[in-house]
């Protein structure tokens, strides 16, 4: 069975905190994973990962995919406030496009 | 954990015709599911928030009368897009919330001719 597993699945930290998140899967037909940020309702698109060891970076943010473990790691330095979200990690199937999603990384960073 | 399913997986049809896309919470009741429009690479957009029993709430600049939006019942929301055209074509995920959390569909790819 197709699977995305997120851990920790909360985590609170204080500003200034350097946190990695981790998104491990288990799937058929890989095609790319993709990380969101969600604040509200809409989830945000952070990173495109579809080749192994090259790091995407944007800001503060990173993130990495290791296709022979099977995981990709999201690192988010210099926390702040503003940080504090909900990150979704999904893998987009190759068959089909569709999207096998994690149950989310719920981040809480303290003034 | 609870698994939200959307049906079809992807369809592909001629300019002109509808198209219904089912969005099903499996294993809990969801009294209220959401709607998203997707382009690659591209943040999920908001369409339409449904509640069960009422009318959706559509978001600034989406058509209802093009996105009809039904909320049948606490498990099942559907999303139909009438009179498809090409620039419709994109990848429709929906959502549920239950037990204080959102969970996303795998979505649905819409090719429109």
């Known amino acids: 069975e197709d699977k995305v597993v997120q851990s920790p699945l909360s985590l609170v930290v204080h500003e200034g905190d350097t946190v990695t998140l981790n998104c491990s899967y288990e799937?058929?037909?890989?095609?790319?994973l993709l990380w969101y940020k969600q604040e509200k309702k809409a989830p945000t698109f952070l990173f495109m990962l579809?080749?192994s060891g090259i790091e995407k970076k944007s800001g503060r943010l990173s993130s990495i995919l290791d296709k022979k473990e099977l995981f990709s790691i999201l690192n988010i330095t210099a926390t702040q406030t503003g940080d504090s979200a909900i990150y979704l990690c999904?893998?987009?199937?190759?068959?089909?496009?569709?999207?096998?999603w994690g149950a989310g990384t719920k981040l809480i960073i303290k003034p | 954990g609870a698994v939200v399913s959307q049906h079809p997986s992807w369809v592909i049809c001629k300019s002109g015709t509808s198209v219904k896309i089912e969005c099903r919470s499996l294993?809990?009741?969801?009294?209220?599911m959401f709607w998203y429009r997707q382009f690659p690479k591209q943040s999920l957009m908001l369409m339409a928030t449904?509640?069960?029993?009422?009318?959706?709430?559509?978001e600034q600049g989406v058509e209802k009368d093009k996105f009809l939006i039904n909320h049948a019942s606490l498990t099942l929301s559907t999303l139909t897009v009438t009179s498809a055209h090409p620039e419709d074509s994109s990848f429709y995920i929906c959502?549920?919330?239950?037990?204080?959390?959102?969970?996303f569909g795998p979505g649905t790819r819409l090719t429109v001719l």
């Open positions: 579809t080749s």
């Open positions: 294993d809990f009741q969801a009294t209220t």
């Open positions: 959502s549920a919330e239950g037990f204080n959390e959102q969970f």
């Open positions: 449904s509640n069960e029993g009422s009318k959706a709430t559509y």
């Open positions: 799937v058929t037909n890989f095609r790319s």
């Open positions: 999904a893998v987009e199937m190759d068959s089909n496009y569709q999207l096998i």
